[in-house]
């Protein structure tokens, strides 16, 4: 039995770096399953796998998966309660953000970081483009950071085209499995041209791939940093989807109304209506930041919200 890394799969065929770095076909053992998820794809990239070596055909069998901490997941839109793993494994998120050119919003971040507390997935939060800004939205951007780190995120401030503070996020995705999101024109591939020159290419060639179609659903790749690391490049993580948790649970994944709603009358209060809410209180104190808890209250009361049934209706 020989232990490694899955670091692309086609649906079928998976290429799995092995531990002495050589890169061997895999296909799965018949009969491997995860337990509890029903998904169209049971390993994906960033999976530690342990497989045979079939010396006539020269290719590796899977027939182990190491236990995830973590994987990305999306269910898919119709009822067929399928999901499809879209990574697993992750390390770093970096989420990048731009104040203006083009603006991210505040729910924005605020989704996203949904999410990845739902994943459990440590998410960085770059603030990308300081070279444009001028002193307003200085200003904005040290208020926002503030925000974030007083909530315990990790914030830093870069220009990617300057290559300022850029070798500190390459030094953070040194042997990690990283993942870069954010809005179309933030500077990704920019700052991942800075990484890596190589990666850039690569990460262009997966996405004209994509656009003829075909593959779309089940393909995905993980690409080694020169320095160290992975990028994963997968269509459906830039903005990792939509919360995929039950609603009455929505304050669980914003750390710091979690940790106030101790502190509430009621202990199955939403945080919305009811009197002498702790959350409520401490939004008016200042104390929670008005655009959290406006998130929150958005998110909440969103129909769009691909919230999973309420937890009453199942027990
Ligand atoms: P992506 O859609 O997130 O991959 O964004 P791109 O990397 O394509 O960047 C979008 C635009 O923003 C390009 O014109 C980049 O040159 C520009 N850009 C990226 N990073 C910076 C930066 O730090 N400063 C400035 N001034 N422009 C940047
Ligand atoms: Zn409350």
């Known amino acids: 039995m020989a232990r490694g890394l899955v670091i692309k799969s086609t649906g079928s065929w998976y290429t799995v770096l092995t531990e002495s770095k050589k890169q061997l076909n895999c296909k799965i053992k018949g009969k491997l399953r995860i337990g509890g998820i029903r ?45 499809h793993i879209i990574a697993a494994n992750v390390d770093n998120a970096f989420l990048i953000i731009t104040i203006a050119f083009p603006e991210t919003s505040t729910q924005f971040i605020d989704r996203f970081l949904v999410s990845a507390e739902a994943y459990r997935i440590p998410v960085i939060l770059i603030f990308n483009k300081e070279d444009l800004y001028n002193g307003e939205q200085i200003i904005y951007l040290k208020k926002l950071k503030d925000i974030y780190e007083n909530i315990g995120y990790n914030c830093l401030t870069i220009s990617a ?53 075909k593959h779309t659903t089940t393909f995905s790749e993980m690409l080694e940093i020169k320095s160290g690391g992975y990028i994963i490049d997968t269509p459906g993580i830039k903005g990792f989807g939509f919360v995929d948790i ?34 409520i209180e401490a939004v008016k104190s200042g104390q929670i930041s008005e655009s959290r808890y406006d998130n929150y209250y958005y998110i909440f009361m969103d129909e769009d919200s691909r919230y999973r049934p309420s937890l009453k209706a199942t027990k």
Not at 45 to 67: A, F, L, P, R, S
Not at 165 to 170: A, L
Not at 254 to 275: A, D, T, V, W
Request: net charge positive; with cysteine; hydrophobic share 30%.
């Open 161 to 213: 085209i300057n290559e300022k503070n850029t070798e500190i996020i390459r030094d953070l995705c040194s042997g990690k499995i990283n993942v870069f999101a954010g809005n179309s024109g933030v500077g990704k591939s920019t700052l991942i041209n800075v990484l890596d020159p190589d990666l850039k290419l690569k990460t262009n060639e997966i996405s004209e791939y994509h656009l003829k179609g």
């Open 246 to 279: 039950y609603k009455e649970e929505l304050y669980h994944f914003f750390p710091e109304i979690f940790k106030i709603s101790k502190k509430c009358k009621y202990n199955n209060c939403s945080h919305i209506h009811e009197p002498s809410c702790a959350v």
């Open 39 to 83: 998904t169209t794809n049971p390993i994906a990239v960033g999976d530690k796998v342990e497989y045979e070596y079939q010396e006539n055909e020269k290719i590796g069998v899977i027939n182990k998966i190491h236990q995830r901490k973590n994987y990305i997941i999306r269910r898919s839109i119709n009822l067929s309660k399928q999901a």
